[in-house]
Every structure is written in structure tokens, then in C-alpha cells.
T-cell receptor, first 115, second 111 residues
Framework: GAGVSQSPSNKVTEKGKDVELRCDPI?????LYWYRQSLGQGLEFLIY????????KSGLPSDRFSAERTGGSVSTLTIQRTQQEDSAVYLC?????????????FGEGSRLTVL | GENVEQHPSTLSVQEGDSAVIKCTYS??????FPWYKQELGKGPQLIID?????GEKKDQRIAVTLNKTAKHFSLHITETQPEDSAVYFC??????????FGAGTRLTVKP
């Protein structure tokens, strides 16, 4: 498909384990965002990638969270030593224009449950 | 980053009535004002946006109005239908790299 693809769609893990969430943006989109959405809550900004520039990591809640974007395309969000409060839906979005002045196209999210 | 407030947090209307959601922001340099709709189990989707050189924009039953002086913009939905039931988010932006979203408004349209 031509949309933003996220995997896995659901992940159940035990407290203390590491998890990796993947995002495949729309081809040609230079900007990529990760957000976290807890149940019934709004979108919490985590990290932003724009082309080959250094990412804006200002939203990452702790040093257990990290993200990479390889070759300006696919991105992986890694959560180390997961905690129960990490349970949420992790949404990825891509944008053609970047600079936060254009439409964001969202994936359907990865639902993480930490037991 | 931008400080964003959205009101009301929940809104219930009768089918056919109008709904208005307001978004207040802090950064006077913001120049892009979108509204997103999120249906259950899906990611948000852009429904309408406006840029700072325009005061109002309409697209069929939805409209967005902007008051840059007061730093707020609003989403207007007329002739509401049950399929309009969703969570709506504003995300004013322009100066900063990140795009900060409001806390969301859960709209319920009762048939």
C-alpha cells in the first residue's frame, strides 16, 4: 500500500524486556515523527527526523527510549527495560514537507502492552 | 515548543446540530493550523487546515476559522452525522520542528 506502515500492530511483553517498533513511511517523505498515545489520551510527541539532519529528541521521556532512521526511510523506535507505564499506542507519521507546516500521514499504530 | 489547549474535552450533540471545537495556542509565530480526526483504532487523519494568511476556510460541512490576534482557531461542523463521532485534535505549528497536538475533543453525535 501507499500509506505509512507500522509493525507489529500489537505487542505484548514482560516488564524489563526490550521492544522494537518499526515504521515504514510514505516513499519520498523526508520528515518522520513518533508519538505516544496512552489510553483515551492525546498525542505525546517523542521524536522527529528530517532528512539527514540530527533528530529532535526533545520528547523522549527517558534514556530507555531511542530511535533510528536508516537511509532516510525506515525508522525503529526501541524501548529498553520496558515498564508498565510504557503501555500505549505508538504512532508514526510522515510528511512530505517537514518543518511542521504540512499534512502528517499517520500509520495505524503499534499497541504495546507491558505486563 | 508550542503550548496548546483544546476545548471542550467532550462534546455531545444531536444529529443535525452544529459542533464547535476551539484550540488556543501560545506561539505568535505559528502559521499552520490543522485539524485531525481520529476514529477508533486508527491513526489521526487531516480533515482541514488553514494557513495564517487566511481567516476562514470551508470544505462542505466543515470549516476552520482563525483569530491570530487572540491566538485561537476553531473547527466548525454543521449538520452533524453519526459518522462524525470521533476524537478531534488541533496541532498549531510553524516555528518548531515538532508538531504538538491538543489533548483532543471526543465528539459524540447522537442519532
Amino acid at each position: 500500500g501507499a500509506g505509512v506502515s507500522q509493525s507489529p500492530s500489537n505487542k505484548v511483553t514482560e516488564k524489563g524486556k526490550d521492544v522494537e517498533l518499526r515504521c515504514d513511511p510514505i516513499s519520498g517523505h523526508t520528515a518522520l515523527y513518533w508519538y505516544r498515545q496512552s489510553l483515551g489520551q492525546g498525542l505525546e510527541f517523542l521524536i522527529y527526523f528530517q532528512g539527514n539532519s540530527a533528530p529532535d529528541k526533545s520528547g523522549l521521556p527517558s534514556d530507555r527510549f531511542s530511535a533510528e532512521r536508516t537511509g532516510g526511510s525506515v525508522s525503529t523506535l526501541t524501548i529498553q527495560r520496558t515498564q508498565q507505564e510504557d503501555s500505549a499506542v505508538y504512532l508514526c507519521a510522515s510528511s512530505l514537507s517537514g518543518q511542521a507546516t504540512g499534512e502528517l500521514f499517520f500509520g495505524e499504530g503499534s499497541r504495546l502492552t507491558v505486563l | 515548543g508550542e503550548n496548546v489547549e483544546q476545548h471542550p474535552s467532550t462534546l455531545s450533540v444531536q444529529e443535525g446540530d452544529s459542533a464547535v471545537i476551539k484550540c488556543t495556542y501560545s506561539d505568535s509565530a505559528s502559521n499552520y493550523f490543522p485539524w485531525y480526526k481520529q476514529e477508533l483504532g486508527k491513526g489521526p487523519q487531516l480533515i482541514i487546515d488553514i494557513r495564517s494568511n487566511v481567516g476562514e476556510k470551508k470544505d462542505q460541512r466543515i470549516a476552520v476559522t482563525l483569530n491570530k490576534t487572540a491566538k485561537h482557531f476553531s473547527l466548525h461542523i454543521t449538520e452533524t452525522q453519526p459518522e462524525d463521532s470521533a476524537v478531534y485534535f488541533c496541532a498549531p505549528s510553524g516555528r518548531y520542528n515538532d508538531m504538538r497536538f491538543g489533548a483532543g475533543t471526543r465528539l459524540t453525535v447522537k442519532p
